[in-house]
Protein backbone atom coordinates (compact mmCIF):
# COMPACT_ATOMS: atom_id res chain seq x y z
CA UNK A 1 0.00 0.00 0.00
CA UNK A 2 1.64 3.45 -0.82
CA UNK A 3 0.11 5.17 2.53
CA UNK A 4 1.09 2.55 4.45
CA UNK A 5 3.91 4.61 5.94
CA UNK A 6 1.22 6.93 7.27
CA UNK A 7 -1.60 4.38 7.80
CA UNK A 8 -2.39 3.03 11.23
CA UNK A 9 -0.91 5.09 14.19
CA UNK A 10 -2.72 8.81 13.79
CA UNK A 11 -3.79 8.53 10.19
CA UNK A 12 -5.87 5.12 9.78
CA UNK A 13 -5.68 4.39 13.09
CA UNK A 14 -8.39 5.48 15.21
CA UNK A 15 -12.08 4.51 16.08
CA UNK A 16 -13.38 7.05 13.70
CA UNK A 17 -11.63 5.05 10.86
CA UNK A 18 -13.29 2.06 11.85
CA UNK A 19 -16.58 4.01 10.92
CA UNK A 20 -15.64 4.89 7.63
CA UNK A 21 -14.48 1.63 6.38
CA UNK A 22 -18.45 0.70 8.47
CA UNK A 23 -19.67 3.38 5.51
CA UNK A 24 -17.63 2.20 3.05
CA UNK A 25 -18.78 -1.40 3.47
CA UNK A 26 -22.29 -0.67 3.69
CA UNK A 27 -22.05 -0.53 -0.33
CA UNK A 28 -22.19 -3.17 -3.02
CA UNK A 29 -19.44 -4.43 -4.10
CA UNK A 30 -18.22 -7.22 -6.92
CA UNK A 31 -15.55 -9.63 -6.39
CA UNK A 32 -11.73 -7.78 -7.49
CA UNK A 33 -13.90 -5.22 -9.34
CA UNK A 34 -13.47 -1.65 -6.69
CA UNK A 35 -16.18 -0.22 -5.85
CA UNK A 36 -16.44 3.81 -7.04
CA UNK A 37 -17.12 6.60 -4.30
CA UNK A 38 -17.38 9.96 -4.92
CA UNK A 39 -15.87 11.95 -2.12
CA UNK A 40 -18.93 14.04 -2.68
CA UNK A 41 -21.09 11.28 -1.46
CA UNK A 42 -19.13 10.81 1.32
CA UNK A 43 -19.00 14.50 2.75
CA UNK A 44 -22.64 14.56 2.21
CA UNK A 45 -23.51 11.10 3.56
CA UNK A 46 -21.65 12.79 7.23
CA UNK A 47 -23.29 15.98 7.02
CA UNK A 48 -20.33 17.68 5.46
CA UNK A 49 -21.61 19.21 2.31
CA UNK A 50 -21.94 22.86 4.06
CA UNK A 51 -18.60 22.35 6.01
CA UNK A 52 -16.59 25.05 4.02
CA UNK A 53 -15.87 27.31 7.47
CA UNK A 54 -12.64 26.45 9.25
CA UNK A 55 -14.84 26.80 12.68
CA UNK A 56 -17.45 24.48 11.78
CA UNK A 57 -14.85 21.47 11.61
CA UNK A 58 -12.34 22.37 14.76
CA UNK A 59 -14.89 21.18 17.04
CA UNK A 60 -16.82 17.91 16.05
CA UNK A 61 -20.58 18.31 16.00
CA UNK A 62 -23.04 16.20 14.38
CA UNK A 63 -21.00 13.89 11.80
CA UNK A 64 -22.42 10.70 11.39
CA UNK A 65 -23.63 8.54 8.98
CA UNK A 66 -26.85 6.08 8.73
CA UNK A 67 -26.35 2.96 7.65
CA UNK A 68 -29.04 0.98 5.70
CA UNK A 69 -30.30 -0.39 8.72
CA UNK A 70 -30.78 2.82 10.27
CA UNK A 71 -28.22 2.70 12.70
CA UNK A 72 -26.23 6.06 13.23
CA UNK A 73 -22.15 5.88 13.42
CA UNK A 74 -20.95 9.01 15.20
CA UNK A 75 -17.11 10.23 14.17
CA UNK A 76 -15.69 11.66 17.35
CA UNK A 77 -13.22 14.44 15.31
CA UNK A 78 -14.11 15.31 12.00
CA UNK A 79 -10.43 16.15 11.39
CA UNK A 80 -9.76 12.62 11.57
CA UNK A 81 -12.23 11.88 8.92
CA UNK A 82 -10.99 13.79 6.77
CA UNK A 83 -7.22 13.03 7.43
CA UNK A 84 -8.27 9.45 6.20
CA UNK A 85 -10.00 10.77 3.11
CA UNK A 86 -7.38 12.42 1.64
CA UNK A 87 -4.87 9.30 2.66
CA UNK A 88 -7.52 7.06 0.83
CA UNK A 89 -7.25 9.47 -1.84
CA UNK A 90 -4.01 9.47 -2.26
CA UNK A 91 -3.60 5.57 -2.56
CA UNK A 92 -6.57 5.75 -5.37
CA UNK A 93 -4.55 7.55 -7.20
CA UNK A 94 -1.48 5.82 -7.17
CA UNK A 95 -2.86 2.46 -7.10
CA UNK A 96 -6.57 2.88 -8.68
CA UNK A 97 -8.00 1.24 -5.80
CA UNK A 98 -7.81 0.12 -2.24
CA UNK A 99 -8.42 -3.08 -0.91
CA UNK A 100 -10.51 -2.55 3.09
CA UNK A 101 -8.66 -5.15 4.48
CA UNK A 102 -5.39 -3.36 3.98
CA UNK A 103 -7.34 -0.30 5.71
CA UNK A 104 -8.55 -2.23 8.68
CA UNK A 105 -5.34 -4.53 9.57
CA UNK A 106 -6.98 -7.28 7.54
CA UNK A 107 -9.69 -8.15 10.46
CA UNK A 108 -12.40 -8.02 8.14
CA UNK A 109 -13.70 -10.99 6.53
CA UNK A 110 -15.00 -9.17 3.25
CA UNK A 111 -12.32 -8.55 0.68
CA UNK A 112 -14.03 -5.33 -0.71
CA UNK A 113 -12.34 -2.85 -2.78
CA UNK A 114 -13.06 0.52 -3.47
CA UNK A 115 -11.61 3.81 -5.31
CA UNK A 116 -12.40 6.77 -4.14
CA UNK A 117 -13.26 10.13 -6.71
CA UNK A 118 -12.74 13.47 -5.74
CA UNK A 119 -13.66 16.39 -7.78
CA UNK A 120 -11.97 20.17 -7.32
CA UNK A 121 -14.65 21.15 -4.85
CA UNK A 122 -13.63 18.31 -2.47
CA UNK A 123 -10.10 18.45 -2.93
CA UNK A 124 -9.97 22.36 -2.26
CA UNK A 125 -12.03 21.34 0.98
CA UNK A 126 -9.99 19.07 1.99
CA UNK A 127 -7.04 21.19 0.97
CA UNK A 128 -8.75 23.86 3.06
CA UNK A 129 -9.41 21.97 6.22
CA UNK A 130 -6.21 20.30 6.31
CA UNK A 131 -3.83 23.14 5.67
CA UNK A 132 -5.75 24.88 8.60
CA UNK A 133 -4.90 21.99 10.60
CA UNK A 134 -1.49 21.79 9.62
CA UNK A 135 -0.90 25.04 10.98
CA UNK A 136 -3.39 25.26 13.86
CA UNK A 137 -3.46 21.38 15.23
CA UNK A 138 -3.79 22.59 18.73
CA UNK A 139 -7.31 24.35 17.92
CA UNK A 140 -8.91 21.00 16.89
CA UNK A 141 -11.04 18.83 19.61
CA UNK A 142 -7.94 15.95 18.64
CA UNK A 143 -5.97 17.91 20.67
CA UNK A 144 -8.14 17.16 23.53
CA UNK A 145 -7.26 13.62 23.59
CA UNK A 146 -3.42 13.55 22.22
CA UNK A 147 0.01 15.04 23.51
CA UNK A 148 1.27 18.05 21.51
CA UNK A 149 3.60 16.69 20.74
CA UNK A 150 1.42 13.66 19.20
CA UNK A 151 -0.49 16.20 17.08
CA UNK A 152 2.86 18.07 15.88
CA UNK A 153 3.55 14.95 14.30
CA UNK A 154 0.15 14.37 13.26
CA UNK A 155 0.54 18.04 11.45
CA UNK A 156 3.48 16.94 9.94
CA UNK A 157 1.75 13.62 8.13
CA UNK A 158 -0.74 15.45 6.42
CA UNK A 159 1.76 17.92 4.93
CA UNK A 160 3.47 14.93 3.69
CA UNK A 161 0.11 13.42 2.08
CA UNK A 162 -1.07 17.14 1.00
CA UNK A 163 2.60 17.54 -0.85
CA UNK A 164 1.93 13.42 -2.39
CA UNK A 165 -1.28 14.83 -3.80
CA UNK A 166 -0.03 18.44 -5.18
CA UNK A 167 -1.94 19.95 -2.89
Same mark, same amino acid.
Not at 68 to 89: F, Y
Not at 111 to 136: C, N, Q, R, T, W
Not at 145 to 159: F, G, W, Y
Given at each position: ? *?????? !????? !?? +? +?? *????? *??? #???????????????????????????????????????????????? +????????????????????????????????????????? #???????????????? !? +??????? @????????????? @????????????????
Amino acid at each position: M *YIERWW !GEYIG !GT +D +DT *YTLID *YFV #SREFELDIPAEINVKNILRDFQLTNAWEIKDLRQTKDIYFINDNGHRH +DIGCAINLLMDVTAIILECQKNGKVHLTDLDGGIMDKDAVI #SLKAEKEELALLKKML !G +DFIHHPL @SYDLAELCPEDDM @SEIAKQCKEIMTELNM
